[in-house]
T-cell receptor, first 114, second 115 residues
Framework: AQKITQTQPGMFVQEKEAVTLDCTYD???????LFWYKQPSSGEMIFLIY??????QNATEGRYSLNFQKARKSANLVISASQLGDSAMYFC???????????FGTGTRLTVIP | DGGITQSPKYLFRKEGQNVTLSCEQN?????MYWYRQDPGQGLRLIYY???????QKGDIAEGYSVSREKKESFPLTVTSAQKNPTAFYLC??????????????FGSGTQLSVL
């Protein structure tokens, strides 16, 4: 079974609007961390936001927030006030306790329309 | 500036040839990783290293080899045994490897193509 599922291959959003990128995960480990990365066309993966499984509040980092619904095993990324520079691939990832690496989803390509 | 440097940015391999991708970090991180990225797929782990002179296979290690002789360096060799090497290769590092909040820092990648 896939540990991380991103069901939206591509998304479009109007500049200055908000957009939600979906991510669901699968784990039986009670302790885990969830990450979102941005990959612009240059190729480098840029860390955006982190949510721990025991965190009571949803994580926020500037215009990025993570809508964490533990019972549904979802960790959606919300980008507010979209900018043209937000156009990129976005990857959701998870690290389980004791795991030696991150598991990545297949990504969502976001295009911001002027 | 601290970071991860990958070179070259583009690399071409001939049939039967081994090629080596360079990865250097000056973040003083203990752990380093190599990922492969194919179009439409997520990142898949090739090898990782927690400390110098130690490394472990990831999910798709066949046809690849690594070394970790220095903390700063983690080169990846794509051998002739790797029959489908065309992909984008990303090197990453993290402070450690044991906690769930260990985020990865990435280099800018190497695009490997077969001639």
């Amino acid at each position: 079974a896939q540990k991380i599922t991103q069901t939206q291959p591509g998304m479009f959003v109007q500049e200055k609007e908000a957009v939600t990128l979906d991510c669901t995960y699968d784990t039986s480990d009670p302790s885990y961390g969830l990450f979102w990365y941005k990959q612009p066309s240059s190729g480098e993966m840029i860390f955006l936001i982190y949510q721990g499984s025991y965190d009571q509040q949803n994580a926020t980092e500037g215009r990025y927030s993570l809508n964490f619904q533990k019972a549904r095993k979802s960790a959606n990324l919300v980008i507010s006030a979209s900018q043209l520079g937000d156009s990129a691939m976005y990857f959701c990832a998870m690290r389980e306790s004791g795991a030696n690496n991150l598991f990545f989803g297949t990504g969502t390509r976001l295009t911001v329309i002027p | 500036d601290g970071g991860i440097t990958q070179s070259p940015k583009y690399l071409f391999r001939k049939e039967g040839q081994n090629v080596t991708l360079s990865c250097e970090q000056n973040l003083n991180h203990d752990a380093m990783y190599w990922y492969r990225q194919d179009p439409g797929q997520g990142l898949r782990l090739i090898y990782y290293s927690q400390i110098v002179n130690d490394f472990q296979k990831g999910d798709i290690a066949e046809g690849y080899s690594v070394s970790r002789e220095k903390k700063e360096s983690f080169p990846l060799t794509v051998t002739s045994a790797q029959k489908n090497p065309t992909a984008f290769y990303l090197c990453a590092s993290s402070i450690g490897i044991r906690t769930t909040n260990e985020k990865l820092f990435f280099g800018s990648g190497t695009q490997l193509s077969v001639l």
